[in-house]
Protein backbone atom coordinates (compact mmCIF):
# COMPACT_ATOMS: atom_id res chain seq x y z
CA UNK A 1 0.00 0.00 0.00
CA UNK A 2 1.14 3.08 -1.14
CA UNK A 3 0.43 6.66 -0.67
CA UNK A 4 3.10 8.29 -1.34
CA UNK A 5 2.68 11.42 0.04
CA UNK A 6 6.27 12.85 1.30
CA UNK A 7 5.42 14.84 -1.88
CA UNK A 8 2.80 17.07 -0.96
CA UNK A 9 1.73 19.51 2.02
CA UNK A 10 5.28 18.02 3.90
CA UNK A 11 3.64 19.44 7.13
CA UNK A 12 5.19 22.70 8.52
CA UNK A 13 7.14 23.98 5.32
CA UNK A 14 6.96 26.98 3.31
CA UNK A 15 9.03 27.84 0.02
CA UNK A 16 12.60 28.02 0.46
CA UNK A 17 13.39 32.34 -0.49
CA UNK A 18 15.09 32.59 -3.90
CA UNK A 19 18.38 33.52 -2.20
CA UNK A 20 18.06 29.96 -0.22
CA UNK A 21 17.32 28.05 -3.62
CA UNK A 22 20.27 29.81 -4.94
CA UNK A 23 22.61 28.56 -2.44
CA UNK A 24 21.03 24.78 -3.04
CA UNK A 25 21.28 25.57 -6.94
CA UNK A 26 25.12 25.82 -6.88
CA UNK A 27 25.68 22.66 -5.18
CA UNK A 28 23.28 20.93 -7.53
CA UNK A 29 24.61 19.84 -11.27
CA UNK A 30 22.28 20.46 -13.87
CA UNK A 31 21.40 17.25 -15.66
CA UNK A 32 23.67 15.56 -18.36
CA UNK A 33 20.84 15.22 -21.33
CA UNK A 34 23.82 13.38 -23.10
CA UNK A 35 23.78 10.24 -20.29
CA UNK A 36 20.08 11.11 -19.91
CA UNK A 37 19.05 10.55 -23.32
CA UNK A 38 20.81 7.20 -23.09
CA UNK A 39 19.37 5.70 -20.12
CA UNK A 40 16.07 7.12 -21.22
CA UNK A 41 16.63 5.08 -24.95
CA UNK A 42 17.28 2.02 -22.41
CA UNK A 43 14.76 2.23 -19.65
CA UNK A 44 12.49 2.76 -22.51
CA UNK A 45 13.16 -0.50 -24.59
CA UNK A 46 12.78 -2.55 -20.80
CA UNK A 47 9.31 -0.66 -20.13
CA UNK A 48 8.17 -2.78 -23.82
CA UNK A 49 10.75 -5.73 -23.32
CA UNK A 50 9.45 -6.54 -19.51
CA UNK A 51 6.70 -4.45 -18.65
CA UNK A 52 4.38 -4.99 -22.36
CA UNK A 53 4.29 -1.32 -22.89
CA UNK A 54 3.02 -0.88 -26.29
CA UNK A 55 5.83 0.77 -28.57
CA UNK A 56 3.68 2.89 -30.06
CA UNK A 57 3.38 4.55 -26.89
CA UNK A 58 6.66 4.65 -25.94
CA UNK A 59 7.27 6.50 -29.79
CA UNK A 60 4.65 9.18 -28.60
CA UNK A 61 5.93 9.85 -25.50
CA UNK A 62 9.57 9.93 -25.47
CA UNK A 63 9.97 12.93 -27.32
CA UNK A 64 8.15 14.86 -24.44
CA UNK A 65 10.42 13.17 -21.57
CA UNK A 66 12.70 15.26 -20.74
CA UNK A 67 15.42 16.12 -17.30
CA UNK A 68 14.06 19.04 -15.33
CA UNK A 69 16.52 20.48 -13.00
CA UNK A 70 14.35 22.20 -11.17
CA UNK A 71 12.68 18.62 -9.73
CA UNK A 72 16.24 17.37 -8.36
CA UNK A 73 16.62 21.24 -7.17
CA UNK A 74 13.20 20.04 -4.62
CA UNK A 75 14.00 16.73 -4.07
CA UNK A 76 17.63 18.05 -3.04
CA UNK A 77 16.34 20.60 -0.87
CA UNK A 78 15.43 20.93 2.95
CA UNK A 79 13.42 23.13 3.82
CA UNK A 80 15.00 26.15 7.01
CA UNK A 81 11.78 27.68 7.95
CA UNK A 82 8.43 25.69 9.30
CA UNK A 83 5.31 26.75 10.10
CA UNK A 84 3.97 26.60 14.22
CA UNK A 85 1.29 23.73 13.94
CA UNK A 86 -1.04 26.88 14.89
CA UNK A 87 0.60 28.33 11.85
CA UNK A 88 -0.21 25.47 9.62
CA UNK A 89 -3.98 24.83 10.73
CA UNK A 90 -5.25 28.18 10.21
CA UNK A 91 -4.17 27.39 6.55
CA UNK A 92 -5.36 24.37 5.91
CA UNK A 93 -8.32 24.64 7.63
CA UNK A 94 -9.07 28.41 6.92
CA UNK A 95 -12.25 29.84 6.52
CA UNK A 96 -12.23 30.11 2.88
CA UNK A 97 -11.90 26.30 2.65
CA UNK A 98 -14.23 25.72 5.34
CA UNK A 99 -16.94 27.61 2.71
CA UNK A 100 -16.02 25.78 -0.41
CA UNK A 101 -16.09 22.73 1.26
CA UNK A 102 -19.53 23.22 2.35
CA UNK A 103 -20.29 24.49 -0.88
CA UNK A 104 -19.37 21.61 -2.45
CA UNK A 105 -20.62 19.00 0.18
CA UNK A 106 -24.13 20.62 -0.60
CA UNK A 107 -23.73 20.79 -5.17
CA UNK A 108 -22.62 17.27 -5.14
CA UNK A 109 -24.52 16.03 -1.78
CA UNK A 110 -26.28 13.39 -3.76
CA UNK A 111 -23.37 11.93 -5.40
CA UNK A 112 -20.99 11.94 -2.27
CA UNK A 113 -23.70 10.39 -0.37
CA UNK A 114 -23.60 7.39 -2.78
CA UNK A 115 -20.24 7.25 -2.68
CA UNK A 116 -19.86 6.99 0.81
CA UNK A 117 -22.02 4.73 1.55
CA UNK A 118 -20.89 2.20 -1.35
CA UNK A 119 -17.46 2.39 0.40
CA UNK A 120 -18.41 3.43 3.98
CA UNK A 121 -16.55 6.57 4.42
CA UNK A 122 -18.30 9.55 5.49
CA UNK A 123 -18.52 12.39 2.75
CA UNK A 124 -17.18 14.90 4.77
CA UNK A 125 -14.12 13.07 5.13
CA UNK A 126 -13.91 12.76 0.86
CA UNK A 127 -14.31 16.26 0.89
CA UNK A 128 -11.68 17.51 3.74
CA UNK A 129 -8.66 15.15 1.49
CA UNK A 130 -9.85 16.48 -1.28
CA UNK A 131 -9.61 20.40 -0.24
CA UNK A 132 -6.24 19.67 1.61
CA UNK A 133 -4.47 17.57 -0.97
CA UNK A 134 -5.54 20.12 -4.21
CA UNK A 135 -7.37 23.20 -2.62
CA UNK A 136 -10.73 20.87 -4.28
CA UNK A 137 -9.25 19.51 -7.41
CA UNK A 138 -7.66 23.68 -8.61
CA UNK A 139 -3.71 23.14 -7.24
CA UNK A 140 -2.81 19.78 -8.80
CA UNK A 141 0.79 20.50 -10.20
CA UNK A 142 2.14 21.61 -13.85
CA UNK A 143 4.99 19.06 -13.65
CA UNK A 144 5.44 16.37 -16.41
CA UNK A 145 4.92 13.49 -14.53
CA UNK A 146 6.66 11.06 -16.86
CA UNK A 147 9.75 13.94 -17.25
CA UNK A 148 9.44 14.17 -13.31
CA UNK A 149 9.81 10.60 -12.49
CA UNK A 150 12.37 9.63 -15.44
CA UNK A 151 14.40 12.87 -13.93
CA UNK A 152 14.30 11.38 -10.32
CA UNK A 153 14.79 7.67 -11.33
CA UNK A 154 17.91 8.68 -13.42
CA UNK A 155 19.37 10.87 -10.22
CA UNK A 156 20.00 8.05 -8.78
CA UNK A 157 19.10 8.53 -4.84
CA UNK A 158 15.95 6.97 -4.93
CA UNK A 159 16.34 5.17 -8.00
CA UNK A 160 14.25 1.70 -7.72
CA UNK A 161 11.30 3.57 -6.39
CA UNK A 162 10.92 6.01 -9.01
CA UNK A 163 11.75 3.97 -12.09
CA UNK A 164 8.88 1.60 -10.86
CA UNK A 165 6.53 4.59 -10.67
CA UNK A 166 7.50 5.23 -14.17
CA UNK A 167 6.89 1.82 -15.46
CA UNK A 168 3.01 2.66 -14.34
CA UNK A 169 2.68 6.21 -15.70
CA UNK A 170 3.67 4.67 -19.33
CA UNK A 171 0.90 1.92 -18.27
CA UNK A 172 -1.69 4.37 -17.41
CA UNK A 173 -0.95 6.04 -20.58
CA UNK A 174 -0.77 3.12 -22.43
CA UNK A 175 -4.09 1.57 -21.08
CA UNK A 176 -5.71 5.25 -22.03
CA UNK A 177 -6.85 6.68 -18.73
CA UNK A 178 -5.12 9.85 -19.74
CA UNK A 179 -2.82 11.05 -22.79
CA UNK A 180 1.22 11.70 -21.71
CA UNK A 181 0.53 15.88 -22.54
CA UNK A 182 -2.08 15.63 -19.77
CA UNK A 183 -0.58 13.87 -17.12
CA UNK A 184 0.78 16.86 -15.31
CA UNK A 185 1.27 16.21 -10.94
CA UNK A 186 3.61 17.24 -8.44
CA UNK A 187 7.53 17.87 -8.57
CA UNK A 188 7.65 14.20 -7.58
CA UNK A 189 4.96 12.75 -9.85
CA UNK A 190 1.50 12.55 -7.39
CA UNK A 191 -1.05 12.92 -10.01
CA UNK A 192 -4.35 14.40 -10.46
CA UNK A 193 -6.70 15.97 -7.76
CA UNK A 194 -6.38 12.92 -5.38
CA UNK A 195 -3.03 13.13 -6.00
CA UNK A 196 -1.79 9.27 -6.48
CA UNK A 197 1.38 8.47 -7.27
CA UNK A 198 0.80 5.94 -9.92
CA UNK A 199 1.22 2.65 -8.39
CA UNK A 200 -1.64 3.86 -5.75
CA UNK A 201 -3.55 4.67 -8.96
CA UNK A 202 -3.73 1.21 -10.06
CA UNK A 203 -4.41 0.15 -6.26
CA UNK A 204 -7.54 2.33 -5.42
CA UNK A 205 -8.72 5.08 -8.87
CA UNK A 206 -11.65 4.28 -9.64
CA UNK A 207 -14.63 4.38 -12.57
CA UNK A 208 -16.83 5.65 -10.99
CA UNK A 209 -18.93 7.46 -14.33
CA UNK A 210 -18.50 3.84 -16.26
CA UNK A 211 -16.77 5.69 -19.17
CA UNK A 212 -13.68 3.34 -19.39
CA UNK A 213 -10.98 5.75 -17.92
CA UNK A 214 -10.20 6.04 -14.00
CA UNK A 215 -10.09 9.49 -14.08
CA UNK A 216 -8.62 11.14 -11.03
CA UNK A 217 -8.30 14.88 -12.83
CA UNK A 218 -11.36 15.64 -14.14
CA UNK A 219 -13.92 13.33 -13.24
CA UNK A 220 -15.67 13.84 -9.91
CA UNK A 221 -17.06 10.82 -9.48
CA UNK A 222 -13.68 8.92 -10.43
CA UNK A 223 -12.28 11.50 -7.57
CA UNK A 224 -14.69 10.98 -5.24
CA UNK A 225 -14.30 7.31 -5.18
CA UNK A 226 -11.15 7.18 -5.63
CA UNK A 227 -10.37 8.75 -2.34
CA UNK A 228 -13.09 6.71 -0.75
CA UNK A 229 -12.22 3.44 -2.06
CA UNK A 230 -8.85 4.27 -0.37
CA UNK A 231 -10.00 4.73 2.73
CA UNK A 232 -12.16 1.39 2.64
CA UNK A 233 -9.14 -0.32 1.38
CA UNK A 234 -6.92 0.46 3.92
CA UNK A 235 -9.35 -0.13 7.24
CA UNK A 236 -11.91 3.33 7.45
CA UNK A 237 -14.81 2.49 10.13
CA UNK A 238 -17.74 5.18 9.29
CA UNK A 239 -19.30 4.19 12.77
CA UNK A 240 -16.81 6.57 14.02
CA UNK A 241 -14.69 9.63 13.74
CA UNK A 242 -11.08 10.74 13.47
CA UNK A 243 -10.44 12.32 17.15
CA UNK A 244 -11.96 15.39 18.96
CA UNK A 245 -9.86 18.34 21.26
CA UNK A 246 -9.34 17.90 24.48
CA UNK A 247 -8.23 19.18 27.50
CA UNK A 248 -5.50 17.25 29.54
CA UNK A 249 -4.44 17.93 33.57
CA UNK A 250 -1.45 20.19 34.69
CA UNK A 251 1.69 17.72 35.05
CA UNK A 252 0.50 15.24 33.12
CA UNK A 253 3.49 12.92 32.16
CA UNK A 254 3.95 12.87 28.63
CA UNK A 255 6.32 9.84 28.61
CA UNK A 256 3.81 7.82 29.97
CA UNK A 257 0.61 8.99 28.55
CA UNK A 258 1.05 11.03 24.82
CA UNK A 259 1.87 9.39 21.64
CA UNK A 260 0.20 6.88 19.21
CA UNK A 261 1.78 3.72 20.61
CA UNK A 262 -0.09 4.28 23.82
CA UNK A 263 -3.83 3.45 23.63
CA UNK A 264 -6.40 3.67 26.57
CA UNK A 265 -10.29 3.42 26.72
CA UNK A 266 -12.60 6.65 26.98
CA UNK A 267 -13.10 5.77 30.52
CA UNK A 268 -9.62 5.13 31.25
CA UNK A 269 -8.45 8.95 29.59
CA UNK A 270 -11.57 10.04 31.88
CA UNK A 271 -9.81 8.59 35.07
CA UNK A 272 -6.90 10.75 34.42
CA UNK A 273 -8.66 13.53 34.06
CA UNK A 274 -9.19 14.11 30.48
CA UNK A 275 -11.96 16.28 29.28
CA UNK A 276 -13.12 17.72 26.22
CA UNK A 277 -11.89 20.84 25.00
CA UNK A 278 -15.00 22.35 26.42
CA UNK A 279 -14.43 21.22 29.60
CA UNK A 280 -17.73 18.45 29.57
CA UNK A 281 -16.94 14.76 30.42
CA UNK A 282 -15.24 12.57 27.40
CA UNK A 283 -18.40 10.23 25.87
CA UNK A 284 -19.25 7.34 27.51
CA UNK A 285 -18.30 4.55 25.02
CA UNK A 286 -16.59 2.04 27.00
CA UNK A 287 -15.09 -0.07 24.29
CA UNK A 288 -13.84 2.98 21.99
CA UNK A 289 -9.82 3.58 22.25
CA UNK A 290 -8.00 6.53 21.93
CA UNK A 291 -4.43 7.80 21.61
CA UNK A 292 -3.22 11.31 23.18
CA UNK A 293 -0.69 13.35 20.97
CA UNK A 294 -0.19 16.55 21.62
CA UNK A 295 1.64 18.79 18.26
CA UNK A 296 2.16 21.55 19.85
CA UNK A 297 1.88 22.93 23.81
CA UNK A 298 -2.22 23.82 24.26
CA UNK A 299 -3.21 21.75 21.26
CA UNK A 300 -4.16 17.94 22.67
CA UNK A 301 -6.20 15.36 20.84
CA UNK A 302 -7.53 12.21 21.49
CA UNK A 303 -7.53 10.01 17.97
CA UNK A 304 -8.88 7.18 17.25
CA UNK A 305 -8.59 4.48 14.35
CA UNK A 306 -9.58 6.29 11.57
CA UNK A 307 -6.77 9.06 12.37
CA UNK A 308 -4.38 6.21 11.98
CA UNK A 309 -5.83 5.23 8.80
CA UNK A 310 -5.44 9.18 7.53
CA UNK A 311 -2.10 8.61 8.47
CA UNK A 312 -1.73 5.96 5.50
CA UNK A 313 -2.38 8.37 3.27
CA UNK A 314 -0.09 11.40 4.64
CA UNK A 315 2.04 10.45 7.27
CA UNK A 316 2.29 13.79 8.74
CA UNK A 317 0.61 14.77 11.76
CA UNK A 318 -0.63 17.80 11.50
CA UNK A 319 -2.15 16.62 7.74
CA UNK A 320 -4.18 14.04 9.63
CA UNK A 321 -5.15 16.49 12.10
CA UNK A 322 -5.82 19.01 9.68
CA UNK A 323 -8.51 16.50 7.72
CA UNK A 324 -10.14 15.29 10.64
CA UNK A 325 -10.70 19.53 12.03
CA UNK A 326 -11.47 20.76 8.31
CA UNK A 327 -13.83 17.44 8.76
CA UNK A 328 -15.59 18.39 11.24
CA UNK A 329 -16.76 21.96 9.62
CA UNK A 330 -18.76 19.76 7.20
CA UNK A 331 -20.89 18.09 9.38
Given at each position: MKKILFLCFLYFTTALPSDAFSAIEAKIRPVNEAKFSQWLDMTLSEAVRDHKIAQSTVDKVKSGIKPIDRVIELDRSQP?????????????VSKTRTKKGRAYMKEYSSLLNEIGKKYGVQPRFIVALWGIETNFGKTTGGFSVLSSLATLAFDGRRSAYFKKEFFNALKIIDQGHISHDKMKGSWAGAMGQSQFMPSSFFAYAVDYDGDGHRDIWTSRPDVFASIANYLSKVGWDDSKTWGRRVTVPKGLSRNKYLGLQIEKTLTQ??????KKHNGQALPRVPSLKASLIQPQENYSYLVYKNFNNILKWNRSTSFALAVGLLSDKYK
Open positions: EFKRTFEQYISRAWSKIGI
